[in-house]
């Protein structure tokens, strides 16, 4: 059906593979388009919900599932924007649509017709011969409702819809505020002096950001983790490196326009409103009543279990860096922004290994390969490049999707360089979700998109990655492979609509393969003379692959025991974060050299949203299932195994969330997970 409209987000898209028509798309054309949706929506809503019919599985569930493509089709492509290829016009629009979406979300929810069809299906659930898959989809989008508030009466609902309003704009005014911190951000490095220690491969991508930001002939370090990182690794500008960490770790918390210490604070006490509207003490407990680990008292338990001996092996590790700044004739404490610098010293002294004699055979081309030619030797997919097919932004790769018998499985995108106008970090997100239900056609097929931050090579010279780049590249294609392997009837069950918890576990269990042997010496070949990563270069990164662990278990434990901590406040008022976090990481004893991941003023995971709210957790937690779970090919003597890898497609991948993810790894491992390998994995097990 075409619509009567010129607004090309109101149109049948005539698109490759149903692609969103990027070129034809304005900012101004969102507000009108999300207005004619929701209007849309709103009354197919209401006419599921004004049935004289009894409710029945078909005419209440799959109608509801099937509801709002339309506006479902547009939010996907403005979050996709906004997210990666944002302007200050689409910012603007998305502050403005901000409060409206949740006040149509809080519509949707609490629309006491449809939940009371919903709901009388749900009490007689067992007795209406439903599939399973069915069966979870009434569960799930009952769960959905009562979450949102549906049960809430008179008052507490009116409330709770303005507090829902508010968390919106509050969770677009932080993210904004973080993307210009750092889009703003220059270190300007002038003169040989100034560049003193930074290998080739820093320095050309400092000159790239220079050349992009109209600085050709400088060099410039950004707030990306691809240029920060390197610079407090291998600058000898002791000054340089705590100005340049200053400003990473600070995000944030600049007095200004973009300070997000009141509007974190905000979000945190309307939160905690939320929660007690709900019967909780506590946010916390309102989040993780629909997680698989359920309760506090099961994430600090795992936290716990590693908390400890990951600040014993951190301070293994800063003696041993203390004394290597002793042997260096360097007479000062180790501080925060020294930490990197000289463990790539103790590295290089330890096992001969420097990171700029690894990164020249991680080239991004060979690395997007070989996750391509795992995803095919594992699940049989074929990724075929479709240069002719127009992504959002030039550096957006289109690739069609095939099974091994070369049927379309899907579209994939993936956007991998850092820009200004693009947020940091790394993520996968749908521009449509596989699903069966009322679709036909390529319609049912999902389109993927990967979104990385790497630093863009220079001009004729290709991107290398570090081993970490390299991991998380592998971590962001097995979310995308999560999505593309879908299987299911729903579009709410559909690919990484799982617990949170859980959703990581693809992600994480995919990154292993990164680091076999058996990809790298197909893979990792060196950008300029085409030899493949040596042996004896293999088995120093085998020898230091729990160096510095300690390090890095401490700083992501940190960053999830004060989220849990400050989601756990049952004050009406929230305190100030800042004093807050670092009370708590006193109290744990943090050590100041250490520091964490993110910090709340800055954390996106935590305050862009709510869906990592009291969960930073899940990466150990999926951690556990992907550690253990990878211990299967470990016992099938290959990390291709035919048959442990088609369980794991079977049970995980292309479910989605139509089996409770516990009975969906049991389906898979035989058993419950065990944290064991998880510990051997970091190098926390006793010796």
């Given amino acids: 059906m075409t619509l009567p409209n010129t607004n090309p987000l109101l149109q049948d898209w005539q698109t490759p593979y149903g692609l969103p028509p990027f070129g034809a798309i304005e900012p101004a054309q969102f507000a009108p388009a999300f207005e004619a949706a929701l209007l849309q929506?709103?009354?197919?809503?209401?006419?599921?919900?004004?049935?004289?019919?009894?409710?029945?599985?078909?005419?209440?569930?799959?109608?509801?599932?099937?509801?709002?493509?339309?506006?479902?089709?547009?939010?996907?492509?403005?979050?996709?924007?906004?997210?990666?290829?944002?302007?200050?016009?689409?910012?603007?629009?998305?502050?403005s649509l901000a409060a409206p979406l949740a006040a149509h979300n809080n519509a949707v929810y609490m629309h006491q017709?449809?939940?009371?069809?919903?709901?009388?299906?749900?009490?007689?659930?067992?007795?209406?011969?439903?599939?399973?898959?069915?069966?979870?989809?009434?569960?799930?989008?009952?769960?959905?409702?009562?979450?949102?508030?549906?049960?809430?009466?008179?008052?507490?609902?009116?409330?709770?819809?303005?507090?829902?309003?508010?968390l919106a704009e509050l969770n677009t005014q932080f993210g904004q505020n973080v993307l210009a911190d750092e889009s703003n951000y220059r270190l300007v490095l002038n003169g040989e002096a100034e560049l003193s220690g930074l290998p080739d491969f820093v320095r050309a991508s400092a000159a790239q950001a220079a050349s992009e930001r109209g600085l050709g002939g400088a060099h410039v370090i950004t707030l990306s983790?691809?240029?920060?990182?390197?610079?407090?690794?291998?600058?000898?500008?002791?000054?340089?490196?705590?100005?340049?960490?200053?400003?990473?770790?600070?995000?944030?918390?600049?007095?200004?326009?973009?300070?997000?210490?009141?509007?974190?604070?905000?979000?945190?006490?309307?939160?905690?409103?939320?929660?007690?509207?709900?019967?909780?003490?506590?946010?916390?407990?309102?989040?993780?009543?629909?997680?698989?680990?359920?309760?506090?008292?099961?994430?600090?338990?795992?936290?716990?279990?590693?908390?400890?001996?990951?600040?014993?092996?951190?301070?293994?590790?800063?003696?041993?860096?203390?004394?290597?700044?002793?042997?260096?004739?360097?007479?000062?404490?180790?501080?925060?922004?020294?930490?990197?610098?000289?463990?790539?010293?103790?590295?290089?002294?330890?096992y001969d290994l420097q990171e700029s004699e690894v990164k020249p055979y991680f080239q991004l081309d060979a690395m997007v390969a070989a996750a391509f030619d795992c995803a095919q030797r594992?699940?049989?997919?074929?990724?075929?490049?479709?240069?002719?097919?127009?992504?959002y932004h030039p550096d957006v790769k289109v690739y069609e999707v095939q099974n091994s018998d070369g049927s379309l499985r899907g579209l994939f995108l993936q956007d991998n360089f850092a820009r200004t106008t693009k947020r940091s970090g790394a993520w996968m997100n749908a521009l449509r979700w596989q699903a069966n239900n009322g679709r036909a056609g390529i319609d049912r097929l999902p389109i993927i998109q990967n979104n990385n931050n790497f630093a863009k090579g220079a001009p004729g010279e290709p991107t290398l990655l570090s081993f970490d780049d390299a991991r998380t590249l592998f971590h962001e294609f097995g979310h995308g492979l999560h999505g593309l392997l879908s299987e299911l009837e729903f579009e709410r069950l559909s690919g990484t609509?799982?617990?949170?918890?859980?959703?990581?576990?693809?992600?994480?269990?995919?990154?292993?393969?990164?680091?076999?042997?058996?990809?790298?010496?197909?893979?990792?070949?060196?950008?300029?003379?085409?030899?493949?990563?040596?042996?004896?270069?293999?088995?120093?990164?085998?020898?230091?692959?729990?160096?510095?662990?300690?390090?890095?278990?401490?700083?992501?434990?940190?960053?999830?025991?004060?989220?849990?901590?400050?989601?756990?406040?049952?004050?009406?008022?929230?305190?100030?974060?800042?004093?807050?976090?670092?009370?708590?990481?006193?109290?744990?004893?943090?050590?100041?050299a250490i520091g964490m991941n993110h910090r709340l003023t800055h954390f996106q995971h935590l305050f862009s949203g709510s869906s990592y709210a009291s969960g930073y957790y899940v990466y150990m937690w999926a951690e556990v299932l992907d550690c253990d779970g990878f211990e299967a090919f470990v016992e099938a003597g290959s990390a291709f195994d035919a048959n442990v890898a088609t369980r794991l497609r079977e049970c995980i991948l292309s479910t989605g969330n139509s089996v409770e993810p516990g009975a969906a790894f049991r389906a898979f491992r035989g058993r419950d997970a065990v944290v064991e390998p998880m510990l051997k994995s970091r190098g926390l097990l006793p010796a």
Avoid at 62 to 90: C, H, K, N, Q, W
């Fill in 41 to 95: 929506h709103r009354a197919e809503l209401d006419a599921i919900a004004a049935q004289a019919e009894a409710p029945t599985f078909a005419n209440t569930l799959a109608r509801f599932d099937a509801s709002g493509r339309l506006l479902g089709r547009i939010e996907m492509v403005f979050y996709a924007l906004a997210a990666s290829a944002t302007s200050p016009e689409l910012q603007a629009v998305q502050r």
């Fill in 113 to 166: 017709a449809l939940f009371k069809r919903v709901d009388a299906l749900y009490q007689e659930r067992q007795a209406l011969g439903l599939t399973a898959q069915e069966l979870r989809l009434l569960e799930r989008v009952h769960l959905d409702f009562v979450r949102a508030g549906a049960k809430l009466v008179g008052a507490a609902q009116t409330r709770y819809a303005q507090v829902m309003e508010r």
């Fill in 225 to 350: 983790r691809s240029h920060i990182v390197p610079f407090l690794t291998f600058s000898e500008r002791r000054d340089l490196r705590e100005q340049a960490w200053r400003a990473w770790t600070t995000r944030g918390e600049q007095a200004g326009p973009t300070d997000n210490r009141a509007i974190a604070q905000e979000i945190l006490s309307l939160r905690n409103e939320q929660a007690r509207l709900h019967g909780h003490a506590c946010f916390a407990d309102y989040a993780l009543a629909d997680t698989m680990a359920g309760t506090r008292a099961a994430v600090t338990g795992l936290l716990s279990k590693v908390w400890e001996p990951a600040l014993a092996a951190a301070e293994g590790e800063r003696q041993d860096l203390q004394t290597m700044m002793t042997s260096l004739g360097h007479d000062f404490a180790l501080e925060a922004w020294d930490w990197r610098f000289y463990s790539e010293k103790l590295r290089v002294a330890r």
């Fill in 378 to 391: 594992l699940f049989g997919l074929n990724f075929v490049a479709k240069p002719e097919v127009a992504g």
């Fill in 497 to 592: 609509q799982v617990l949170r918890d859980f959703v990581e576990l693809p992600s994480q269990i995919f990154e292993h393969w990164m680091s076999e042997p058996e990809v790298l010496k197909k893979h990792a070949c060196h950008y300029q003379t085409g030899e493949l990563i040596p042996d004896a270069l293999l088995a120093k990164l085998k020898a230091a692959e729990h160096f510095n662990q300690g390090y890095e278990t401490v700083r992501y434990t940190a960053s999830a025991l004060v989220d849990l901590a400050i989601h756990s406040l049952s004050d009406e008022a929230a305190p100030d974060v800042v004093k807050f976090e670092a009370q708590t990481m006193a109290a744990y004893g943090l050590p100041a």
